[in-house]
């Protein structure tokens, strides 16, 4: 069904272990295949430690698999070219919210006055004005995620890796946030790879779901919630798609 | 629920029982030594030498002069152990190498005391300015090389990732991503290294000096002048204790992120 | 089996990578007092240093006492000073941080001790303790006490509020707050504490005896300062050296045994 529509990441047979000190070796992805399309929202869920993390590791070369390959429409990017919002925010606690924004465009040497530009243009975006000179351990953290998010944009990058973004937020917060991200997901036209663990958050935010089985990990399921956005979490279609993930993930659980 | 404990508590004016212990201490130091065959001078003894000792000179330098000759020792062996200090702590925590060759003979020398390394440098460097600067330099390099090596051994990977991420090179992975990481802990090993570079000056001082803090210490041992001995104390720690508050400022200048919520 | 060998080879060029910078410098060292750029009376080569220390552990020239003589003594004098400043600084340091009263009253005494460096402390502690072991322990005593108190008091500061809460809901009294929470709490900071006490003691001590003993590795390295036996001196370095690394190795032993939950940073 989506196989007419353009692959912008081709993940294809990946596999990675690590091995700890005592020469234990743990499998963690074992011949994992995946297509990203572009502008697509791709939810990426699965259950607490199943790899998914490393899988994002690998597509940002952070990392090198042990077997398979990952291709990039047009060649493999650079980095800075691929955008990141880390889990634990990661910020940079010495910047201030504007100079975390404008990190990337910095390291590439950007000049100063275009840079507080664009960087001012994304705090707004993510509706942090007034805030620009605060520095992030001042900041909630719904906060600081968003200036994550901005830091992310900034890098003008067309794919967007976001790893359990709001893993860490309450869940009030975290619903605002789900808004805000496909505001401005859609705004910005991006691929976006989101990771969760929650089914709620998935089956709200994703264009496909791709459930990870636990390790070694694969793909061992795909849902399309072909619902209209914004979704409402109370209705019978939500909750019945829902259910339908919540069967598979228990089974991909045991 | 915290109001109700506040008011339910009787009010204890803390205070007064800080007022009560400097004068219980200043009180029985006065008792214990007010009789005149004493050896410790009592407090006001101590501060008329103090007074004496503001107008006339000691072995022919006022007292200012003792204490900014020890300040210079300081400052000109603990700036050379900060810029050299960093710079080897920055080596050994991110060049792997050069960790595998430095970090043991770091590692074999670290233990032994400045304060030890007296003899051998004044047998080396005679009892110029030099030696005593080395001396301080020593005790200073230390701690400095050691909060920066871990410092940077221990940037958080998260943050390092992030800067990979948004594209820094390896240049500017170090220089604006792991070194402003390492700051707070740079400032910290600044701070015990300026602590352990007085001490250090002072015990120099005492043992080879014609000058300085640490002499006037030595020459009131001399003359069984403890008068003068006090007054050396008081004026030690009064210097250590401003510069202590002088870092502690310094601190809230460079890195006003650390100051947020506290 | 492929992989052990390499792993083999790799394990002996690091070896050689860690040694290297310690054989060069005492090539160097031992070229630079044989080629006379640096007179033999003032640098001791390492052949020299070697057989001294040797020689030391028997002949009591010229100093009166073997090298073993003078470590006794120096550790006894250091351990002494070192177990009453933890003894009395830690429970002191505790107290002060969980009870305001103790603290109002310890804190403005011990601020005006703070800034003293142990070592100005000498002349006065001769007066008091006279020229024996007494003023040397108590010159110690201070020295260790600071950091021992401090760190301490700096733990229970530090106790993360929540777990009081939790200790309050629970219906625990003040003492079993500070006994059950503040002070395991408080245990690695404490040993953070106790470790720079341990090496400040150390230090102290040598300044001590530098200044004034009849015996101790301070007292052989300024009678071999006299004596311009640099030989005497580089031996003494090296041992108080030693000392302080073995004793902080010792004490890192016990920081195992006696808080297991305590996460190592390396």
Redesign the interface.
Same mark, same amino acid.
């Given at each position: 069904m989506a196989d007419n529509r353009e692959v912008r990441i081709k993940i294809r047979n990946l596999k990675k272990s690590f091995t700890d000190k005592k020469h234990n070796t743990l499998q963690v992805l074992n011949g994992l295949s995946l297509d990203v399309y572009t502008n697509e929202f791709l939810v990426i869920l699965g259950p607490g430690q199943c790899g998914k993390t490393v899988l994002l590791n690998l597509i940002l070369g952070l990392d090198t698999p042990d077997e398979g390959t990952i291709e990039f429409s047009g060649g493999t990017p650079a980095k800075g070219e691929v955008g990141m919002v880390f889990q634990r925010y990661a910020l940079f606690p010495w910047k201030t919210v504007i100079q975390n924004v404008e990190a990337c465009p910095k390291f590439h040497g950007v000049d100063k006055a275009k840079r507080r530009e664009e960087a001012k243009a994304l705090i707004k975006l993510v509706g942090l004005e007034g805030f620009e000179n605060a520095y992030p351990a001042a900041l909630s953290g719904g906060m600081k995620q968003r200036v994550g998010i901005a830091r992310a944009y900034a890098t003008n990058a067309d794919i967007m890796l976001m790893d359990e973004p709001f893993g860490a937020l309450d869940a009030q917060t975290r619903y605002q946030m789900q808004d805000e991200i496909l505001k401005i997901w859609q705004s910005k036209m991006t691929t976006v790879v989101f990771v969760t663990n929650n089914i709620e958050e998935a089956v709200t935010l994703g264009d496909r779901i791709v459930l990870l089985g636990n390790k070694p990990s694969v793909v061992v399921n795909e849902f399309v919630p072909n619902m209209a956005r914004p979704r409402n979490n109370l209705s019978q279609e939500f909750l019945e798609f829902r259910n339908v993930i919540a069967d598979k993930m228990d089974l991909a659980l045991t | 629920m915290k109001k109700k404990e506040k008011t339910a508590k009787k009010f204890?004016p $803390? *205070?007064l029982?800080?007022i009560?212990?400097?004068v219980l201490?200043f009180g029985g130091w006065y008792v214990l030594t007010a009789s005149p065959d004493s050896?410790?001078p009592t407090p006001a003894d101590v501060v008329v030498r103090f007074f004496e000792v503001l107008k006339e000179p000691i072995a022919n330098v006022p007292l200012w002069e003792h204490i900014l000759v020890s300040l210079r020792r300081v400052f000109g062996a603990f700036l050379a152990a900060a810029v050299l200090g960093v710079l080897f702590g920055v080596l050994l925590g991110w060049f792997k190498?050069f960790r595998?060759?430095? $970090?043991?003979?770091y590692n074999?020398?670290?233990?032994?005391?400045?304060? &030890? *390394?007296?003899?051998?440098i004044?047998?080396?460097f005679g009892i110029g300015e030099l030696p005593k600067m080395i001396i301080v330099f020593i005790g200073a390099f230390t701690p400095i090389v050691f909060n920066t090596y %871990?410092a940077v051994? @221990?940037v +958080?990977p998260?943050?390092l990732?992030? /800067?990979?991420?948004?594209?820094?090179?390896e240049r500017?992975l170090l220089f604006?991503?792991a070194l402003? +990481?390492c700051?707070p802990s740079i400032i910290a090993g600044l701070k015990t290294a300026m602590?352990i570079a *007085? !001490?250090c000056v002072?015990?120099a001082e @005492?043992?080879v000096s014609r000058a300085g803090v /640490?002499f006037l210490?030595?020459r /009131? !041992?001399e003359n069984s002048d403890?008068a003068l001995? @006090?007054v %050396?104390?008081v004026v030690? &720690? &009064?210097v %250590?204790?401003t510069i202590?508050f002088i870092l502690n400022k310094l601190e809230e200048v460079l890195?006003? *992120?650390?100051t947020?919520?506290k | 089996m492929r992989i052990g060998k390499k792993d083999l080879l790799r394990k002996l060029g690091d070896f050689l990578l860690s040694i290297s910078a310690i054989v060069i410098l005492l090539i160097i060292w031992q070229i630079v007092v044989e080629a006379g750029i640096i007179s033999e009376r003032k640098l001791a080569p390492p052949t020299k240093v070697v057989t001294t220390f040797i020689d030391k552990l028997t002949n009591t020239n010229p100093d009166g006492a073997v090298l073993m003589e003078h470590f006794w003594a120096s550790l006894k004098l250091t351990v002494m000073g070192f177990v009453l400043a933890c003894v009395i600084g830690i429970p002191l340091g505790l107290l002060m941080g969980y009870f305001k009263p103790i603290d109002s009253f310890v804190t403005p005494i011990f601020e005006i001790i703070r800034p003293i460096p142990p070592i100005a402390w000498i002349p006065v502690m001769l007066l008091l303790f006279g020229i024996g072991n007494g003023s040397k322990v108590a010159i110690i005593f201070l020295a260790a006490l600071v950091p021992a108190l401090l760190n301490s008091y700096a733990g229970v500061k530090r106790t993360n509020p929540v777990l009081i809460n939790v200790a309050k809901t629970a219906g625990a009294s003040k003492k079993q707050i500070f006994l059950e929470v503040c002070v395991p709490s408080a245990v690695p900071m404490v040993f953070t504490g106790v470790k720079n006490a341990l090496s400040s003691a150390w230090m102290t001590l040598v300044a001590a005896e530098l200044v004034s003993a009849s015996v101790g590795l301070g007292y052989m390295i300024q009678n071999g300062r006299t004596l311009s036996r640099c030989d005497i001196i580089i031996v003494g370095m090296l041992m108080i050296g030693v000392s302080g690394a073995i004793m902080s190795g010792l004490l890192s032993l016990v920081e195992d045994k006696v808080a297991p939950w305590m996460v190592k940073t390396r």
């Amino acid at each position: 069904m989506a196989d007419n529509r353009e692959v912008r990441i081709k993940i294809r047979n990946l596999k990675k272990s690590f091995t700890d000190k005592k020469h234990n070796t743990l499998q963690v992805l074992n011949g994992l295949s995946l297509d990203v399309y572009t502008n697509e929202f791709l939810v990426i869920l699965g259950p607490g430690q199943c790899g998914k993390t490393v899988l994002l590791n690998l597509i940002l070369g952070l990392d090198t698999p042990d077997e398979g390959t990952i291709e990039f429409s047009g060649g493999t990017p650079a980095k800075g070219e691929v955008g990141m919002v880390f889990q634990r925010y990661a910020l940079f606690p010495w910047k201030t919210v504007i100079q975390n924004v404008e990190a990337c465009p910095k390291f590439h040497g950007v000049d100063k006055a275009k840079r507080r530009e664009e960087a001012k243009a994304l705090i707004k975006l993510v509706g942090l004005e007034g805030f620009e000179n605060a520095y992030p351990a001042a900041l909630s953290g719904g906060m600081k995620q968003r200036v994550g998010i901005a830091r992310a944009y900034a890098t003008n990058a067309d794919i967007m890796l976001m790893d359990e973004p709001f893993g860490a937020l309450d869940a009030q917060t975290r619903y605002q946030m789900q808004d805000e991200i496909l505001k401005i997901w859609q705004s910005k036209m991006t691929t976006v790879v989101f990771v969760t663990n929650n089914i709620e958050e998935a089956v709200t935010l994703g264009d496909r779901i791709v459930l990870l089985g636990n390790k070694p990990s694969v793909v061992v399921n795909e849902f399309v919630p072909n619902m209209a956005r914004p979704r409402n979490n109370l209705s019978q279609e939500f909750l019945e798609f829902r259910n339908v993930i919540a069967d598979k993930m228990d089974l991909a659980l045991t | 629920m915290k109001k109700k404990e506040k008011t339910a508590k009787k009010f204890t004016p $803390y *205070w007064l029982l800080s007022i009560l212990a400097l004068v219980l201490f200043f009180g029985g130091w006065y008792v214990l030594t007010a009789s005149p065959d004493s050896i410790i001078p009592t407090p006001a003894d101590v501060v008329v030498r103090f007074f004496e000792v503001l107008k006339e000179p000691i072995a022919n330098v006022p007292l200012w002069e003792h204490i900014l000759v020890s300040l210079r020792r300081v400052f000109g062996a603990f700036l050379a152990a900060a810029v050299l200090g960093v710079l080897f702590g920055v080596l050994l925590g991110w060049f792997k190498t050069f960790r595998k060759i430095f $970090y043991p003979l770091y590692n074999l020398l670290r233990p032994i005391p400045p304060i &030890a *390394w007296i003899p051998i440098i004044v047998l080396l460097f005679g009892i110029g300015e030099l030696p005593k600067m080395i001396i301080v330099f020593i005790g200073a390099f230390t701690p400095i090389v050691f909060n920066t090596y %871990s410092a940077v051994l @221990m940037v +958080d990977p998260l943050v390092l990732n992030a /800067g990979i991420v948004l594209g820094a090179n390896e240049r500017q992975l170090l220089f604006q991503v792991a070194l402003p +990481d390492c700051i707070p802990s740079i400032i910290a090993g600044l701070k015990t290294a300026m602590s352990i570079a *007085w !001490m250090c000056v002072v015990a120099a001082e @005492m043992i080879v000096s014609r000058a300085g803090v /640490g002499f006037l210490i030595n020459r /009131g !041992m001399e003359n069984s002048d403890t008068a003068l001995v @006090m007054v %050396s104390m008081v004026v030690i &720690a &009064a210097v %250590s204790a401003t510069i202590t508050f002088i870092l502690n400022k310094l601190e809230e200048v460079l890195c006003p *992120w650390l100051t947020i919520g506290k | 089996m492929r992989i052990g060998k390499k792993d083999l080879l790799r394990k002996l060029g690091d070896f050689l990578l860690s040694i290297s910078a310690i054989v060069i410098l005492l090539i160097i060292w031992q070229i630079v007092v044989e080629a006379g750029i640096i007179s033999e009376r003032k640098l001791a080569p390492p052949t020299k240093v070697v057989t001294t220390f040797i020689d030391k552990l028997t002949n009591t020239n010229p100093d009166g006492a073997v090298l073993m003589e003078h470590f006794w003594a120096s550790l006894k004098l250091t351990v002494m000073g070192f177990v009453l400043a933890c003894v009395i600084g830690i429970p002191l340091g505790l107290l002060m941080g969980y009870f305001k009263p103790i603290d109002s009253f310890v804190t403005p005494i011990f601020e005006i001790i703070r800034p003293i460096p142990p070592i100005a402390w000498i002349p006065v502690m001769l007066l008091l303790f006279g020229i024996g072991n007494g003023s040397k322990v108590a010159i110690i005593f201070l020295a260790a006490l600071v950091p021992a108190l401090l760190n301490s008091y700096a733990g229970v500061k530090r106790t993360n509020p929540v777990l009081i809460n939790v200790a309050k809901t629970a219906g625990a009294s003040k003492k079993q707050i500070f006994l059950e929470v503040c002070v395991p709490s408080a245990v690695p900071m404490v040993f953070t504490g106790v470790k720079n006490a341990l090496s400040s003691a150390w230090m102290t001590l040598v300044a001590a005896e530098l200044v004034s003993a009849s015996v101790g590795l301070g007292y052989m390295i300024q009678n071999g300062r006299t004596l311009s036996r640099c030989d005497i001196i580089i031996v003494g370095m090296l041992m108080i050296g030693v000392s302080g690394a073995i004793m902080s190795g010792l004490l890192s032993l016990v920081e195992d045994k006696v808080a297991p939950w305590m996460v190592k940073t390396r």
